[in-house]
């Protein structure tokens, strides 16, 4: 389970004017949004090299994996990268940010390569396209439905709480059956908060254009916002895939 729940309190603290149907509306969630996927894929291509990168070299694998300091270490960096970015983005510069984000992508890579050892390549392939064509539906959704979903994301977002700690619980517990209810369940609260949290975008995207976000209103909000939107639809994504895979795995068993 990766870092989601620091995010989603930062999207909250804001007030939203969500009115796109005006110009400047449309144009300010064309932007941003525009640049939110492009960070999005630069983090996932990142993650993906970095995992890559690990897995060709003896050294790094024995770096990481044959100290268990070390993979501890890695999550922590994790956490404080997360935490640090999500809580701190107003007061960050855009590069600053932008930095961050990209340091996190990496060092997930590196945790993240540990999924080679448990599935085959072939699995890994297939998890990582349902994924993607299931993480683009559902953001699709978010950005063109007119339903207010956020009623929907504290709904996935207690839905959430509850998944973490069952997780932490069938740690201890073992329970194959438990662990099957985990994954579906895990699966559908990211299908959900794809669609919540794109549409969260959205809104901060027009608002911040009408000067009503409340620490978004500098010449750098876009770039801030667009930071914020990669970092949490890749947290989405990366979620959605992790699930996915561990069901496209219990299949193979």
Known sequence: MKD?????????RGEYAPSTTSATGVSAFSGIMSRVYLWMTVALLL???TAFLTLSSPALLQLIY??????????????????SLSTAINRLSPTTATMLF??????????????????????????FAASGLTFGAMSLVGATTK???SGLGGILFMALIGLIIASVINIFWANSTMD???????????????AYDTQKIKQMSAAVEQGSVMGYTDAAAP???????????????INLFLYILRLFGRGRD
Not at 102 to 127: K, P, R
């Open 47 to 49: 993650t993906a090299g």
């Open 102 to 127: 990209l340091a996190y992508a990496a060092v997930n890579g590196f945790t993240l390569s540990s999924i080679f050892f448990v599935y085959s390549m072939g699995t890994i392939t297939q998890a």
């Open 223 to 237: 770039r801030r916002i667009a930071i914020l939107g990669a970092l949490t639809l890749y947290l989405d994504f």
């Open 147 to 149: 339903r207010d979903l």
């Open 66 to 83: 044959g100290n268990a300091a070390a993979v501890w270490i890695l999550f922590a960096a994790e956490l404080i990268l997360v935490i």
């Open 4 to 12: 989601y729940i620091e995010i989603q309190n930062n999207y909250d």
């Open 180 to 194: 099957a209810i985990i994954t579906y369940v895990g699966v559908f609260i990211f299908v959900g908060l794809t």
